[in-house]
């Protein structure tokens, strides 16, 4: 493990930038991605969940220290347009009274527009869908998605074949301390490679609640490790049409008996959920976990059904 902590330049650099900012990341966690940013000076960077931007936008200010005309970080989100939450620190009082939404991304077309021309947004598709026009040879990759399973397991392995051997991969929450919330501690455990780990910032922390994967030539090589995660129950669906897709793309890269070990997941686990869209299950986390009792399965149908309504309305 390599215990990351924040250079001169990191803080001065958080300083200048903190405020305007609207990441979903804690002081000390904008801190940890800044310098690993400046320690590796990626030249090609891929974020997988983007929301506001904020994170975008603290990526881009690190790679503007030491940029060239090939530095640029190509951003990807399941949704053009996402939905302010109760908890959020980020809250925006105007926005808020003009509508519950927002554009993916705009905290970086608004508050960082000298950043722009080394910024490429692609919204409304997951990783696999536009990781062919992205390209390979990617130096780091930051991914902040669902936190729940399949979630990150799925844009992980979708995205390493596209990262270089020596890539780094940080992951977003991997501490958050509650028993759905586990994919990324998960990953960061499984995935072969050091470990980059920022010291916990409090006590009662058991960890950081952000770290990172410099990958190796083994991190292939131990790729079942990854697989095998996906034994752990799933929070939710894909959907057909989706995990069709994923298994096509995955059939390019990874031996069947692996793909095989998502599709008898998938098989167990989405039979129990039902069908839930994986962008509405994001933001309306209650919807979730019915069960298998009668009254359950009726207040199931009637979900689904006001699912099905909000679904359109917010699709589109
Ligand atoms: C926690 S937010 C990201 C916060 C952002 N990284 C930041 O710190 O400012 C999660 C985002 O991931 C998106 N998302 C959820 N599942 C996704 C997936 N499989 N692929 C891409 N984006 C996804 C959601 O739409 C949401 O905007």
């Known amino acids: 493990m390599t215990i990351i902590t924040p250079s001169e330049q990191c803080q001065t650099l958080l300083d200048q930038i903190n405020d305007k900012a609207k990441a979903d990341l804690s002081f000390s966690e904008r801190e940890f991605l800044i310098e690993c940013i400046l320690k590796e000076k990626p030249k090609k960077v891929v974020e997988i969940g983007v929301y506001r931007g904020g994170s975008s936008a603290i990526i881009l200010s690190a790679m503007d220290t030491y940029a060239d005309s090939n530095t640029h970080l190509y951003a990807v989100d399941l949704r053009s347009e996402a939905r302010?939450?109760?908890?959020?620190?980020?809250?925006?009082?105007?926005?808020?009274?003009?509508?519950?939404?927002?554009?993916?991304?705009?905290?970086?077309?608004?508050?960082?527009?000298?950043?722009?021309?080394?910024?490429?947004?692609?919204?409304?598709?997951?990783?696999?869908?536009?990781?062919?026009?992205?390209?390979?040879?990617?130096?780091?990759?930051?991914?902040?998605?669902?936190?729940?399973?399949?979630?990150?397991?799925l844009d992980f392995l979708s995205v390493l074949p596209y990262l270089k051997k020596d890539a780094l991969v940080i992951f977003h929450d991997t501490n958050v301390g509650a028993p759905h919330f586990i994919v990324n501690l998960l990953l960061i455990s499984a995935i072969t490679g050091d470990k980059y780990m920022p010291l916990p910032n409090h006590a009662g922390q058991i960890n950081a609640n952000i770290g990172a994967i410099k990958l190796s030539q083994d991190t292939e090589k131990n790729i079942f490790d990854?697989?095998?995660?996906?034994?752990?129950?799933?929070?939710?669906?894909?959907?057909?049409?989706?995990?069709?897709?994923?298994?096509?793309?995955?059939?390019?890269?990874?031996?069947?008996?692996?793909?095989?070990?998502?599709?008898?997941?998938?098989?167990?686990?989405?039979?129990?959920?039902?069908?839930?869209?994986?962008?509405?299950?994001?933001?309306?986390?209650?919807?979730i976990k019915i069960g298998k009792n009668p009254f359950l399965l009726l207040l199931r149908k009637i979900t689904n059904k006001i699912k099905k309504m909000l679904s359109k309305k917010y699709n589109n």
């Open 84 to 153: 302010i939450y109760p908890s959020d620190p980020n809250r925006d009082p105007v926005r808020e009274s003009t509508g519950l939404h927002f554009k993916v991304g705009y905290n970086v077309e608004e508050d960082f527009p000298h950043l722009k021309d080394r910024y490429t947004l692609h919204t409304g598709q997951t990783i696999h869908h536009v990781i062919d026009e992205i390209g390979g040879d990617i130096d780091l990759c930051f991914i902040d998605t669902v936190h729940t399973v399949p979630g990150e397991i």
């Open 226 to 287: 990854v697989f095998n995660l996906f034994g752990v129950p799933w929070r939710y669906d894909v959907g057909e049409e989706e995990f069709n897709s994923l298994v096509k793309h995955f059939s390019r890269f990874y031996p069947s008996e692996y793909i095989d070990i998502l599709t008898r997941a998938r098989n167990l686990y989405a039979s129990d959920l039902g069908y839930h869209n994986i962008d509405l299950r994001w933001w309306y986390p209650p919807l």
